[in-house]
Nanobody, 125 residues
Framework: QVQLVESGGGSVQPGGSLRLSCAAS????????MGWFRQTPGKEREAVTA????????YYPDSVKGRFTISRDNAKNTVYLQMNSLKPDDTAVYYC??????????????????WGQGTQVTVSS
């Protein structure tokens, strides 16, 4: 059974940092591109970042570029999201997801095969 388990969410003041982790099990992690998405009530889920199997390719939208960093440790079957300079607009439930892709990355949610349960990130003073 495939599981993606996020951790590291919480509450932080504007300008603060959080590091999310997503531990994968039940799949061949090195065959999956990984992504982080977020969703707030009343809005569609949006892609935050994605990383290829090797880690050589990454994607960031302008809204998080320069503040967020995705990384992965294939030996530990874990993907990370380092979030710095957090803003209130970053408040959302963050989900990690796995897409079976040996090469490249995707931000298309339809391409992702497995999803975590999500972890809440709240940025507020």
């Amino acid at each position: 059974q495939v599981q993606l388990v996020e951790s590291g969410g919480g509450s932080v003041q504007p300008g603060g940092s959080l590091r999310l982790s997503c531990a994968a099990s039940g799949l061949s992690f090195s065959s999956y591109s990984m992504g982080w998405f977020r969703q707030t009530p009343g809005k569609e889920r949006e892609a935050v970042t994605a990383i290829s199997v090797s880690g050589a390719r990454t994607y960031y939208p302008d809204s998080v570029k320069g503040r967020f960093t995705i990384s992965r440790d294939n030996a530990k079957n874990t993907v990370y999201l380092q979030m710095n300079s957090l803003k209130p607009d970053d408040t959302a439930v963050y989900y990690c997801a796995a897409a079976r892709m040996r090469f490249g990355i995707t931000t298309s949610q339809d391409r992702y095969d497995y999803w975590g349960q999500g972890t809440q990130v709240t940025v507020s003073s």
